[in-house]
């Protein structure tokens, strides 16, 4: 019994760790989806086929935070069904992008290396 409450232990613990790395990716996965107008639902099955589900209730929050930033744009259009919002990088959001894509690059290069040593 122990070890399964121990095992338990671990799960969680894992789970939250697995959430902290997805939280610092999320943001620059969600810009790099954003190069092209999308909405809400057609960004979510983006980033879910490229193998990062995200929740509505992170999604649109984030999508709010990032245009109070300044780095996207949106507006409300009708096609073919309900009216959506569109959400688009903006110029500064095509610079930020540029730069995290840059960061990105250089801190996955260092944990390649990293993980290669150990």
Same mark, same amino acid.
């Given at each position: 019994?122990?070890?399964?409450?121990?095992?338990?232990?671990?799960?969680?613990?894992?789970?939250?760790?697995?959430?902290?790395?997805?939280? %610092? &990716? @999320?943001?620059?996965?969600?810009?790099?989806?954003?190069?092209? +107008? =999308?909405?809400? $639902?057609? *960004?979510?099955?983006?980033?879910?086929?490229?193998?990062?589900?995200?929740?509505?209730?992170?999604?649109?929050?984030?999508?709010?935070?990032?245009?109070?930033? %300044? &780095? @996207?744009?949106?507006?409300?259009?009708?096609?073919?069904?309900? +009216? =959506?919002?569109? $959400?688009? *990088?903006?110029?500064?959001?095509?610079?930020?992008?540029?730069?995290?894509?840059?960061?990105?690059?250089?801190?996955?290069?260092?944990?390649?290396?990293?993980?290669?040593?150990?």
């Amino acid at each position: 019994m122990h070890s399964s409450v121990r095992g338990m232990g671990d799960i969680e613990a894992f789970g939250k760790l697995e959430l902290e790395l997805r939280r %610092g &990716v @999320l943001v620059l996965a969600t810009l790099s989806q954003l190069r092209k +107008p =999308r909405y809400g $639902y057609s *960004l979510r099955q983006a980033l879910a086929d490229s193998g990062l589900p995200i929740e509505e209730g992170t999604l649109y929050p984030l999508l709010r935070r990032l245009e109070a930033q %300044g &780095v @996207l744009s949106s507006e409300w259009k009708i096609e073919d069904g309900p +009216p =959506r919002r569109y $959400y688009a *990088l903006n110029a500064e959001g095509r610079k930020l992008l540029k730069k995290l894509t840059a960061s990105w690059q250089g801190m996955n290069e260092a944990m390649v290396r990293l993980l290669e040593e150990a």
